[in-house]
Antibody, heavy 127, light 108 residues
């Protein structure tokens, strides 16, 4: 069964750290770039970070740069998000998502997408 | 970083056609992808690329793009299509991604 399962969420005090995990199954995890996306309560989706299939390239949203680190262990089929210096505004459901891979079509456009999502894990930052 | 702008809410009569739009400078170089999210559920990809539907997505969903605007069209909207819809694309740098603010679709 092709799926992503997040874990590691919970309640944490401001300034503390938390590590999220995303276990992949049913597909060749090491062939896909992976993302983290979050959604604050009652708000829209916010992209957080992406890591290339082999972990060599990582990019972050400005809102988390310098505080969050995305990583992966392809031998364990697992994606991680290390979150440090947490703030109240980091409170959200965190989803991991698989990338379709990058495409370029004859019209001169690039495209990719998030084609598989986990169920999400809730992170609450509160004293 | 660039932004993607969506109308906050759109409504459609049952069985009619509705278009949800997404505007942003990066859409001149990158196709948008579209996601449907129902309350309490994870998002689901419905359209990506020029007009590609993942397996299992009904063919009443279609996508198009012109200039800085991407559109998601639902032809013959059904009650089960009532949901929040988000567009996504890379920003102009090509390294980071951005979501639109989302459009709440109501099927009357």
């Amino acid at each position: 069964q092709v799926q992503l399962v997040e874990s590691g969420g919970g309640v944490v005090q401001p300034g503390r750290s938390l590590r999220l995990s995303c276990a992949a199954s049913g597909f060749t995890f090491s062939s896909y770039a992976m993302h983290w996306v979050r959604q604050a309560p009652g708000k829209g989706l916010e992209w957080v970070a992406v890591i290339s299939y082999d972990g060599s390239n990582k990019y972050y949203a400005d809102s988390v740069k310098g505080r969050f680190t995305i990583s992966r262990d392809n031998s364990k089929n697992t994606l991680y998000l290390q979150m440090n210096s947490l703030r109240a505004e980091d409170t959200a459901v965190y989803y991991c998502a698989r990338s379709t891979g990058n495409y370029y079509d004859s019209s001169g456009y690039y495209y990719d997408a998030f084609d598989l999502w986990g169920q999400g894990t809730m992170v609450t930052v509160s004293s | 970083s660039s932004e993607l702008t969506q109308d906050p809410a759109v409504s459609v009569a049952l069985g009619q056609t509705v278009r949800i739009t997404c505007q942003g400078d990066s859409l001149r170089s990158y196709y948008a992808s579209w996601y449907q999210q129902k309350p309490g559920q994870a998002p689901v990809l419905v359209i990506y690329g020029k007009n590609n539907r993942p397996s299992g997505i009904p063919d009443r969903f279609s996508g198009s793009s012109s200039g800085n605007t991407a559109s998601l069209t639902i032809t013959g909207a059904q009650a089960e299509d009532e949901a929040d819809y988000y567009c996504n694309s890379r920003d102009s740098s090509g390294n980071v991604y951005v979501f639109g603010g989302g459009t709440k679709l109501t099927v009357l």
